[in-house]
């Protein structure tokens, strides 16, 4: 069975920094490009960014300058450091890994709450 667990969110004041985890059991992440999304009640599930398993890495606006994702394919973990972290980046943040061949699925988020 594949499972997609996040973790590492919290509550923050505006300038500080959270690093998020997304960590995969049934699936290797050397196979898939994950990626980060956001979710506000209300709104439009967001990008924010995503690793292939090429290594590359690519930005949605609002994180582009203050996020980085990285990947550690031994411990099967994904990260999305996040720096200046500013009121309006509070949300549900989601893990989803897409197969290079097949394979789509979706962690349960962790809530980043950033307090002005």
């Known amino acids: 069975q594949v499972q997609l667990v996040e973790a590492g969110g919290g509550s923050v004041q505006s300038g500080g920094s959270l690093r998020l985890s997304c960590a995969a059991t049934g699936i290797y992440f050397s196979m898939y490009r994950v990626a980060w999304y956001r979710q506000v009640p209300g709104k439009q599930r967001e990008y924010v960014a995503s690793?292939?398993?090429?290594?590359?890495?690519n930005y949605g606006d609002s994180a582009k300058g203050r996020f980085a994702i990285s990947r550690d394919n031994a411990k099967n973990t994904v990260y999305l450091q996040m720096n200046n972290l500013k009121p309006e980046d509070t949300a549900v943040y989601l893990c989803?890994?897409?197969?290079?061949?097949?394979?789509?699925?979706w962690g349960q988020g962790t809530q980043v709450t950033v307090s002005s």
């Open positions: 690793s292939r398993s090429s290594g590359s890495t």
């Open positions: 989803n890994a897409l197969g290079d061949i097949a394979g789509y699925y």
